[in-house]
Structures are given as C-alpha cells and as structure tokens.
C-alpha cells in the first residue's frame, strides 16, 4: 500500500473511531457533556456546539482566539446541509463532532503517510492509528473541542517534520503552521517554531543561510503582530487575566517533586489513563469528571490491573521507539522535536492548569509517533500482543468514562 493510501486510510479510520467514541460518551442534545462547559475534564465542548454553531456568547476565545473564525464557516455550511433532516440542537452537535473528528484524522492520517513514506509497514502505521484514537480519544479529541484541531495541527507539524523535502520547504510549511497552532491554542505556537530550529540544526545538508534567519523573523514577527492585536482586544484582555490567575498552579516551583511524578505520569497517561472520579470542583459546582482518583489527588499510580498492564506495554514501546528513532539519524530530530515538546508541555502545566492531564492531546500524538519509529524492529510476537494490551487498557479506561458519565445528571 502507498504511503498516500496508507495516509487516508489511516486519517479516515481516525475520524471513525473519533466520531464512534464521541456517540459511546453522549455527545448528544440534552446531555450535560453538550450542554456544559466543563463536564468531561473542564472541557469546551458545550461551548463549541453552542457557540460556533448556535451563534452563542463565547466562553473561551481569549484562549483559543482562531477557532471561531476558522471553523464557524464551514459548520454553517455543514449546518445548512444536514439540517432539512435533524432538528438544529442535533444538527449542531453532529456537524461539531464530525468536524473536530475530521480536523484529528487529518494530523493522524497525515502522520501515518509519513511514517510509511520513511520505510514503516502499512499494517502496523494502522496500528499506530488505532493507539492514537484510543489514546486520544480518551482525553478528549473525540468530542466537540479545542483539543481536537490541536491534535490536528500537532500531526501535521510532525508530518511536515518527517517529510523528505527540502529544508526551505519543511521550513515554510511549519512557519504557515505556527500561526494556526497559536489560533487553536496559544502557547501551541512554540510547537512549529521549536521544529524549525530541530529542522536547521538536525539537517546535515544545509547550513543556516540567511533566508532561514529571514524566514524566523518574518515569522515571529507576524506572529507578535497577531498576538498584539488580539490582547488588546479588551474582551480578550479580561478572559486572558482571568484564566492566568484562576489555573495558576506554581506546582514546579512549590513541590519540584510532586512536579516530577506529574510529570511522569504524563508520559502514561498520554496513551493509557487511569478512571477518574466524579467531583463538584468547578466554578459551577456541577458534578464533573477529573482525574482525581479514588486514591486521591496525590496517589503516585492510580492505575487499577488492566491499566497497569497497558501502561507497563505502552512505556515499553515508547522507552524501544525512543531508542530507534535516536539510532536512526533520519528519524532523530523528529524523536528529539517530540520529547521536547512533551517536556515543554511538562514543564508549563506544572506551572498553569487545574488539569495537568487534560492537556495530553498535545503531546499524546507526537510520543504515538515515537514509540511507532520501533515498531518495524519489533518481532510479530511481541509488537501484536503489546498493541492489544495497551488498547485494551485504553478501551477499558473509555468504557470506565462511559459508566461514570451514564451517572452524571444535569
């Protein structure tokens, strides 16, 4: 199978399964995950459906300023299509889930093509797609939210990564990137950027000329100019400083060891979650899920059986991709743009964030992609079992979701 093929197989076995886990967790009119703001892990998704598809005042464009402007069009015109058959509360949650999905599988299926194109196996880049949409869709990409076009945007960005074209190109293509990147989500612009000095400094066949020097400036300016215009927006301003000092948690600085096992809970949690319980800890004081255990907020493994065994699975296969995505110089500063970006991450949300787990989808994609550079190394023996173990225990956490939802009551 062509890498192309592989890629929109991948992409569109993605946007499926993101779409079949959004149903299996009530993404649908009258339940409070489509109604409100922050039922599943203080999520956007009420605000979504409502806001770009409703016409609805906005809750968080201060935070994710282009979402609005980038996709209310298209789920108009989605909306104008599929409403003759629905009524416009389930038209509105349809087209909302559908595009997100979409906007997901694309950075997968793009991320898929590119693996098969530097030499991986077709049949086990989809099994790097089922891993993503279990791993993803257990922290929120299968429903209506920001995090899904992150998911998106982070997949292309490595994708363009592992791309075999020239320097220059990869280069623009990240810097058209990073200004979509910061739109979705603010602080996801340092992702392109912070491949683009991966790209120069990794790239043996190419120095720093002066057009990649014009080409960071231009950049980073038109990003300081977008940046400018939006915070001076006085809406923008107030929802800003609002949510700065509302998550602001300083765990790096107050507890560095606490910090360190967050952190390296991150690195499990991307692909395999523990269950959460249900708590009144949001500003509404409705019921919600957190991840907050039944062993309490400061339980270092909160894992029960089935997740241990596919959180012990996935760390292995991410500690082997690791070591082969090192080895191969080819595939080096894709390992290295990815682990940084996870640290990056590790290092800001122990700083700012009620969550640190919420924010996994930022990272959780780009460490699937690391672990699947040692999947082709594998022998059949132990690549197939460990794949079914560890989206076993992901699918183990979704139905765990699916139970604790099913007791949620508006």
Known sequence: ????????????????????????????????????????????????????????????????????????????ALTRWISPTFDPATTATFVSRLLVAVAAGLGIGATARALVARGHRPDRTIAFTLLAVVANGHTLAAIPDHFGFSVGVIGLAFATLLDDRSVRFRAIALAILAPLAFGITITNVFLPLGLIAVLVVYDRRASIRRWHVVAAVLTIVAVGCVVREIVTIPAIQARVRERVSLYLNLRLVDNPISALGYSFRGLVDAAVAPTPRVLRNNLD???????????????????????????????GLLVWGIRSGWRDTELRPATVGALGWALANAAFHNVWGDEYFLYTPHFALPLMMVAAFGFRALPAHVFYPSIVVVAGAALHTLRQYHLLLNGIVE
Do not use: C, K
Not at 15 to 33: C, D, E, M, Q
Not at 48 to 53: M, N, S, T
Not at 305 to 313: E, F, I, N, P, W
């Open 285 to 315: 004081r409705m019921p919600m899920l957190t991840y907050e255990s039944d062993a309490g907020r400061r339980s270092f493994w909160p894992h029960d059986g089935v997740q241990t065994a596919g959180a012990l699975a996935w760390f």
């Open 1 to 76: 199978m062509t890498p192309r093929r592989t890629g929109w197989l991948a992409g569109l076995l993605a946007a499926a399964g993101f779409l079949a886990v959004s149903h299996a967790l009530h993404v649908r009119p009258g339940h409070p995950i489509a109604e409100r703001t922050d039922v599943f892990f203080q999520s956007d998704a009420g605000g979504l459906i409502q806001d770009a598809v409703l016409n609805r005042d906005n809750r968080a464009r201060g935070t994710h300023p282009l979402i609005y402007p980038l996709w209310t069009r298209p789920l108009h």
